[in-house]
C-alpha cells in the first residue's frame, strides 16, 4: 500500500536482524520528533510518555531511539529547538546528540559495540604509531 514517502518502516527494530510490528496498527503513523512525548519501549512492548501530552497533541517518538542505520534518511523540521535537521539513524549521531535521549536496549548495545570498536581503532593506531620507526616527537 501507498506509504506516502514515510522513511521508517511499519515495525520497530529491536535487534540486528529483528523487528516487531506495531499494534495497534495505527500506532505504525507515529511520526519522528527531535522532542519526543512518547517512547516505544520494546522490552515491554509499551508506548511511554515521556512528558505530559495534551489532548490533541500528536504523539511523536525519536526514531533514532529505536533505528540505528535507516533506509531512509530525512531532513527533519520538526521545529523543536534540539532539532538534528537531519534524521539517519542513532549510528548517525553524535554521543553529544544522544545524550540524555531515552534509547532502545538494541541501539544501546550498538553503541557499546560502536564505542568499543572505535576504542580498539585507535589503540591499534597508537601501536603502529609506537612500532613505526622514526615516527612522530615526543612531548
Ligand atoms: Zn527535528
Given amino acids: 500500500m ?3 514517502g514515510r522513511s521508517v518502516p511499519p515495525n520497530l527494530q529491536v535487534g540486528a536482524s529483528k523487528h516487531i510490528l506495531l499494534s495497534p496498527e495505527w500506532l505504525e503513523n507515529t511520526n519522528h520528533s527531535c522532542d519526543p512525548n512518547v517512547f ?3 522490552e515491554a512492548s509499551a508506548l511511554l510518555a515521556l512528558r505530559a501530552i495534551a489532548p490533541g497533541d500528536e504523539l511523536c517518538f ?3 531511539s529505536t533505528e540505528w542505520a535507516m533506509g531512509e534518511p530525512f531532513a527533519c523540521r520538526c521545529g523543536a529547538a534540539t532539532c538534528l535537521g537531519h ?3 542513532a549510528s548517525a549521531l ?3 546528540q544522544l545524550e540524555g535521549r531515552r534509547l532502545t536496549p538494541y541501539i544501546q548495545q550498538r553503541l557499546a559495540e560502536a564505542a568499543a570498536a572505535k576504542a580498539a581503532t585507535a589503540e591499534a593506531a597508537k601501536a603502529a604509531e609506537a612500532a613505526a620507526p622514526g615516527g612522530g616527537g615526543s612531548g
Fill in 2 to 4: 501507498p506509504t506516502q
Fill in 62 to 64: 525519536f526514531y533514532p
Fill in 40 to 42: 516505544f519501549n520494546t
Fill in 94 to 96: 553524535t554521543p553529544q
Fill in 87 to 89: 534524521v539517519a539513524g
